[in-house]
């Protein structure tokens, strides 16, 4: 049911009945500006926005404020706005209880299935804009403490499961941060340390001290499979509660007793979560192919892509907009391809002038980005373990 037959129904059932309609926001003003209303019994519109006595004018409308319907006369209330449930528990709970209108029938001007369709475009839409948009400070960045892992997952999209050993030197660490603290003058709200598993790294401590003697405000994490805490010495926990890092665990379908680390992160005092609700939500693996003939279109891939200028990677002394680059050389190494990563793919913290420099890049689409087929990415697939064929990455 389109909009109007659904606006047309509503006259229909609430033919004698006074109704105010709550929202007079962008969608909203939609709605008015191209459907006929005039059937509809409206005695006004309400909106937090209408405070300011100025901005009371809604295309003829009698413009009221949400407080005034604790006494307003109406029989109805249709809601214009994509938030129906958060809206319709603001009047119900909050509002309009102990009121006169606490029994006042309360609707949708959309039906759900409608709703829930806008609500997917407007968050693809706001998404894409914050891709796009240049971040006023750098939000996050993630660095790998080591290349390899103990777990084998399908389709890694930082194709861990094809990389050798290796491990971050603790000396190139402690520059490319220190140059970061100097561009950033310390403010970076979150700091990932991660892998590959970082705790494999046999001076893992040591990132853990010199991240926070240069980084004191930051939130600095360390994303972990949780399969080597348990076996953690006493020093790890220490640590990590004198340094304030925070362990987030990604719970994968295996055996691992996450009771006896919650048990020992409280214990310890260390702040500890599942990272992606893992602990509610079952992990899946996922499909993230390449296109090795680099024929897709770059601005939309990164506008579409979740990772894009969101998992910001340091590696090498250079900033990448995502994690893929940066750890392609394992699938080109393994599988003998030749995934193109250049200069114009990064950007060189060393040779950055400024903070704002390094934001204004990282908000543009890079050449990698031709080599991502999005159309045909997959999400949701059952976790399962890599067989290390390229059929998983192509």
Excluded at 39 to 59: S, Y
Excluded at 84 to 95: A, P, R, Y
Excluded at 197 to 203: F, G, S
Excluded at 374 to 391: A, C, D, F, N, P
Aim: net charge neutral.
């Amino acid at each position: 049911m389109n909009i109007q037959k659904r606006i047309n129904k509503s006259a229909r059932k609430y033919a004698d009945k006074k109704v105010v309609v709550y929202g007079a926001g962008v969608y909203s003003q939609d709605l008015f500006e191209n459907n006929d209303f005039s059937k509809l019994n409206i005695v006004a519109v309400a909106d937090k926005k209408f405070e300011n006595p100025k901005k009371r004018e809604f295309f003829g409308y009698n413009c009221i404020t949400p407080e005034d319907l604790k006494t307003f006369d109406c029989d109805v209330i249709l809601i214009a706005n994509l938030d129906v449930s958060l809206i319709q528990d603001f009047l119900e709970d909050e509002l309009l209880c102990n009121t006169k209108n606490e029994d006042t029938e309360i609707s949708s001007l959309a039906e759900e299935q409608t709703l829930r369709a806008l609500q997917k475009e407007v968050n693809s839409l706001r998404a894409s804009l914050l891709r796009t948009t240049p971040q006023a400070s750098l939000k996050q960045i993630e660095i790998h403490l080591v290349e390899h892992c103990n777990l084998n997952c399908f389709g890694c999209n930082q194709y861990v499961p094809l990389a050798e050993k290796g491990f971050l030197d603790i000396e190139v660490f402690k520059k490319q941060i220190e140059r970061l603290a100097e561009l950033t003058q310390t403010r970076l709200e979150r700091m990932l340390l991660l892998g590959g598993e970082p705790l494999l790294h046999p001076e893992l401590l040591e990132f853990l001290s010199v991240s926070r003697e240069l980084f004191p405000n930051t939130d600095i994490t360390i994303l972990t499979n949780g399969v080597l805490l348990n076996v953690q010495k006493e020093s790890f926990w220490k640590q990590c509660a004198a340094k304030r890092i925070t362990v987030s665990i990604t719970k994968y379908p295996i055996k691992t007793n996450y009771a006896k680390i919650e048990e020992k992160a409280e214990n310890y005092g260390v702040q500890m979560y599942y990272y992606g609700n893992t602990d509610k939500i079952k992990k899946t693996s996922y499909y993230w192919p390449l296109d090795l003939n680099r024929c897709q279109n770059a601005r939309e891939n990164f506008i579409k892509c979740p990772n894009a200028n969101k998992c910001v990677t340091l590696k090498n002394g250079k900033l990448f907009t995502c994690s893929a680059p940066p750890h392609v050389h394992h699938f080109n190494k393994y599988f003998n391809q030749n995934v193109e990563v250049t200069e114009h793919d990064c950007i060189d913290i060393y040779e950055a002038q400024n903070i704002n420099e390094i934001l204004q890049f990282l908000a543009k689409p890079i050449p990698f980005c031709k080599y991502c087929d999005v159309k045909r990415r997959k999400e949701g697939l059952e976790w399962s373990t890599s067989k290390r064929v390229i059929e998983e990455w192509v």
